[in-house]
């Protein structure tokens, strides 16, 4: 049973910066990539970041040179870095993981990705 479990969300001011963390068990962390995406109310669900199992990444051109998502395989851990926050950027961010292993190109849509999160709200007050 893969699990993951996002955490570091909260209230910030534009401008501002918080790092979102996601750990992952049951499941050869290593072997997967891992993304984030988010959803603000009344909104669908929208890619934020991805990386592939071997630390190719891809954003989202709206967080593109303000977020940064790393991976730390040692932690099983997948982290989104959220700079210059926008109030934009309200929304439920979930974690998610690769259906497949061992993906060559990194995955950006919802339907590549099996096991998700419980969503972490991060709220920008401007």
């Known amino acids: 049973q893969v699990q993951l479990v996002e955490s570091g969300g909260g209230l910030v001011q534009a401008g501002g910066s918080l790092r979102l963390s996601c750990a992952s068990s049951?499941?050869?962390?290593?072997?997967?990539?891992m993304g984030w995406f988010r959803q603000a109310p009344g909104k669908e669900r929208e890619f934020v970041a991805a990386i592939s199992y071997s630390g190719t990444t891809f954003h989202a051109t709206s967080v593109k040179g303000r977020f940064t998502i790393s991976r730390d395989n040692a932690k099983n851990t997948v982290y989104l870095q959220m700079n210059s926050l926008k109030s934009e950027d309200t929304a439920v961010y979930y974690c998610?993981?690769?259906?497949?292993?061992?993906?060559?190109?990194?995955?950006?849509?919802?339907?590549?990705?099996?096991?998700w999160g419980q969503g972490t709200q991060v709220t920008v007050s401007s």
């Open positions: 049951g499941r050869t962390f290593s072997s997967s990539a």
């Open positions: 998610a993981a690769d259906r497949d292993d061992y993906r060559n190109y990194v995955p950006y849509l919802i339907s590549e990705y099996e096991y």
